[in-house]
């Protein structure tokens, strides 16, 4: 009893560690890209203004909404924190309380939520943002579900933290290498980036995540940013700490993966919305072929 | 006098209101209800018996001649099951049936007391006979309750169509019962798991019976009947017929499986494993695309009957790879999701039932805000949905993770590539289905329940009564129960496949508690506990001071949104018809009505139909095929009685020419 207290008051220091630098990543991204683009950019520490500023204001409801609408940044919010808690190679150690698996239904109630609330506002742009989540995240699936597979066959294992990658089994093996660019491909769609959707705008062209909050505003608008920000770090954590078969420290790794995002998203344009299918089944198919391998 | 046969007793008291005086239909009405209340709480209690007694077996003493009535713990399971459905779906009848006043209510609560008997009787019957009879009454009795509203035409047409499939498959089931009983030269379920069955005929009876029960579990492509009797059917009977009918197939195959004919050969689980998948997935892509509450839940079940049948056929494959220790896993996983699927399409086919009760129509394409006008309805409807796409806290989540346990066992064990690759390709179809049956759920709930009217038929619904709120309710209750805190029901049903004679084995997967060195972990409850705390903090810190004050229209580009601007249902699928153009085939029609301009204030016509495939491309070529075959007999069918004279004269001389000669 003892143990399972200690590693959950463990867990969740680390969930608020996370959700301290989250802001900070996003920022660096955008710092990076801003750099590339020969802009002089915002500072790093935006994101933390941005939250705050939205936090101060009035939240805005609509008279068509529900409760569903108010109830889903918190979830949003509450379910990238708890994946927050489950990332391994912080501070969790042997213990969790769910697996690969869980992990990844945890985040899908979030998903569920989002897309529920965007039709709760009662117009075509939610709906639209909705529709669009839900086709992305079906051709997502099946490569995470892969990305977990493999991961699983090589470690005997799904719960996360028996998954972190061995160095020594694992160094720059085929099938290390596949997994890892293509859970490079998955992270982008799963957290709405470039190429597959665009988080600097909300307009006719993309319409997916951000047009799924266009009618959040105040308290709720910051919770649904820093759920989103947490869910980018989340991800670069368990990429490194899954998938990366080079033995540097995971910090370093989350950093490194922050600046190739930004370097990816300046690199890319926003692809068409039917091509990303083509997109996810070459992720898939390097899962393919890693599984394969390995 | 044991709970169970006193049980049976009162299924048949209750069938006394088919001769009820006309003039107390609605005393019928709570008569029929009550008998079945009572008789199916009776069938809990003594389910629990069998399941709870040590795995051995147990036998009623009912047995006279040849005819046996027994149940052991793989029987007890889908009691319990039923049982449950039974008593639940019963409460809610009693003021959902009371829609029914004035046409053939009386027939209606007699038949459903018989329906339940009979579904009981097929799962305790102890010899192949009991077996076929009471699995006949219980398709004579389907196919009357679905047929109950006979004079709407498509009901009709769904009710015959579902007579002649479902006689299909007790054709190929008595085929089945009479390879496995011939070879054992007995009848009796104890002496037919001693046949001596070996080679093509072995294989031919697994086929048969694989066959007779896909067709009644709903397996693509011998789904074809369950889309249209599902929603013609009166809700409380679709929710039994999807909720427990279904899983009567799975009991039956169980048995074929591991008593009668073994499984051992590699291919019979391959096959029950892929056409799981298959339909799985396909199932839920066409859930997708329907507009009709009840054809959208209808094809969710092919979805999660395909997804308990993979489970299985995930433990036949193990079991014959020779891991039957790690074949348990699986076949839990498919008793823990027929449990939890009947729970939740129970509590989803009922909260249609309110929606038709409140707005008289089950096109979701004509409703919107129904959650500000049915709030209980909404919340139970919620979490029915939530469990259907199997989130946390469901014990639709329990049912999944098992089995995507079960398959990553699979993959553990799958050296070669060709293994790899049938690995591969389940988890991708496990991934699609997954993630399209949460598109399906939030299109389904979002356009029913959340934004605004899209007609008028919404303005006049209203709250439901009492029972019918009871009966989502005490589902509701039962899935958080079960997803909240699995241990019970996963130890309960592993020790029942632990019974049929697989080895026994500890608990490999840490579902209770979190902790570390597990192979698996899930612990719903510590997830559930922790989830609280954060979410009583977020809330706190939101709500701490007023934050809400303003009430703005939505933005919709400067204009006042309408509510025909919403997305509607056959938009929010649109991405994803097109993604899978390829299995749909959409078929659509634009028509623009022109008038005086040539493109503003033009009026269009969009029609889309989307064919099942398995209709398009087998059931209609055969159907053709019969026809044309039966067509070609139709040059010696002149009618004329001379000719018909001379037929038997010539048959006759064929007869006594053949005896003189022999």
Known sequence: MEYIMTSIGLSLVQGFVLLLIAPLVAGIINKVKARLQKRQGASIFQEYFDICKWWKKATILTPYTGVIFVLAPVVYFMTSFMAATMVPGFLTGQFSMGDAFIFVYILALGRFFMTLSSMDAATSFGGMGGSREIYISVLVEPAVMLAILINSIRYHSTTLSAMVIDYNEAFFTVSAVLACVAFFLVMLAENSRLPVDNPDTHLELTMIHECMTLEYSGKLLSLIHLGSYLKIVVFLALFGALYVPVEIPLALKVLLGAVLIGIVETLNNKMRLFKVRVYLGAAIVLLLLAIIAE | ?662
């Open chain 2, 1 to 662: 006098m044991d709970f169970m046969e006193m049980s049976l007793l009162v299924y048949l008291l209750g069938t006394v209101t088919l001769v009820w005086p006309k003039k107390a239909e609605l005393g019928a009405h709570y008569f029929g209800m009550l008998c079945s209340i009572v008789a199916s709480g009776m069938v809990v209690f003594s389910s629990l018996n069998y399941l709870l007694s040590s795995g051995s077996r147990w036998l009623i003493d009912l047995s006279w001649g040849q005819y046996s009535l027994q149940a052991d713990g793989w029987s007890g399971a889908f009691l319990l099951l039923t049982g449950v459905a039974g008593v639940i779906i019963s409460i809610y009848a009693l003021d959902y049936g009371k829609g029914y006043l004035g046409s053939r209510i009386r027939a209606l609560g007699g038949l459903w007391n018989l329906f339940l008997l009979s579904i009981v009787l097929v799962l305790i019957s102890g010899d192949a006979f009991t077996f076929i009879v009471s699995w006949e009454i219980m398709a004579l009795v389907s196919f009357m309750l679905v047929n109950h509203e006979s004079e709407k035409k498509k009901t009709l047409s769904a009710a015959y169509q579902y007579m002649v499939m479902t006689h299909i498959g007790t054709a190929a089931i008595m085929v089945a019962f009479y390879l496995v009983g011939s070879s054992a030269d007995s009848f009796s379920f104890a002496d037919m798991a001693r046949n001596s069955l070996y080679g093509y005929m072995r294989n031919a009876a697994f086929v048969f019976a694989f066959a007779g029960f896909a067709l009644k579990s709903g397996l693509m492509p011998l789904h074809i009947w369950l889309p249209n009797a599902h929603p013609a059917a009166p809700s409380h009977v679709s929710a039994l017929m999807s909720g427990v009918m279904l899983k009567v197939a799975l009991y039956g195959f169980g048995r074929f499986a591991f008593q009668f004919i073994g499984m051992d050969v590699f291919w019979y689980g391959l096959i029950v494993m892929i056409m799981g998948l298959v339909s799985a997935f396909l199932g839920v892509l066409y859930a997708t695309m329907e507009v009709d509450m009840k054809r959208i839940l209808a094809y969710s079940s092919v979805e999660n009957m395909g997804i308990i049948f993979s489970a299985f056929g995930c433990g036949m494959v193990l079991y014959s790879m020779n891991f039957p220790m790690l074949s348990v896993v699986a076949f839990t996983a498919a008793l823990v999701h027929a449990f939890s699927h009947s729970l939740m399409k129970g509590l989803l086919f009922m909260s249609a039932g309110c929606v038709m009760h409140a707005t008289g129509s089950k096109n979701i394409e004509h409703m919107g805000g129904l959650a500000k006008k049915m709030p209980y309805t909404a919340l139970f409807t919620l979490i029915g949905c939530m469990a259907l796409s199997s989130m946390p806290f469901t014990s639709g989540l329990v049912g999944e993770w098992l089995t995507l346990q079960s398959f990553i066992t699979l993959a553990q064990q799958a050296g070669s590539p060709e293994m790899r690759l049938l690995v591969v390709f389940a988890f991708i179809m496990l991934g699609l289905t997954g993630a399209t049956a949460l598109g399906c759920f939030v299109r389904m709930y979002g356009i029913a329940f959340l934004g605004r009217a899209r007609t008028h038929i919404v303005e006049k619904a209203h709250e439901m009564p009492f029972f019918m709120l009871a009966g989502l309710g005490l589902e509701a209750v039962l899935i958080v129960l079960v997803g909240v805190m699995p241990d019970l029901l996963v130890n309960l049903m592993q020790k029942v496949v632990s019974g049929t004679g697989i080895t026994p084995m500890g608990n490999p997967l840490g579902i209770m508690w979190g902790g570390s060195g597990y192979y698996a972990l899930y612990s719903p409850a510590l997830i559930f506990i922790v989830f609280a705390l954060i979410g009583v903090f977020v809330v706190a810190s939101i709500y701490g001071s007023a934050t809400f004050q303003a009430k703005e229209v939505t933005w919709n580009c400067g204009t006042v949104p309408t509510s025909r601007q919403q997305y509607s249902a056959t938009g929010f699928s649109k991405p994803l018809r097109r993604a899978f153009d390829g299995i749909l085939n959409p078929k659509r029609r634009t028509t623009y009505l022109r008038k005086e301009h040539a493109y503003f204030g033009r009026k269009l016509h969009y029609e889309l139909s989307i064919p099942d495939l398995f209709n398009d491309k087998l059931y209609k070529p055969l159907q053709q095929m019969l026809i044309n075959s039966s067509s070609s007999f139709h040059r010696i069918q002149e009618g004329s009685v001379s000719i018909y004279i001379g037929y038997t004269m010539v048959a006759m001389i064929v007869v006594l020419i053949w005896g003189v000669l022999l």
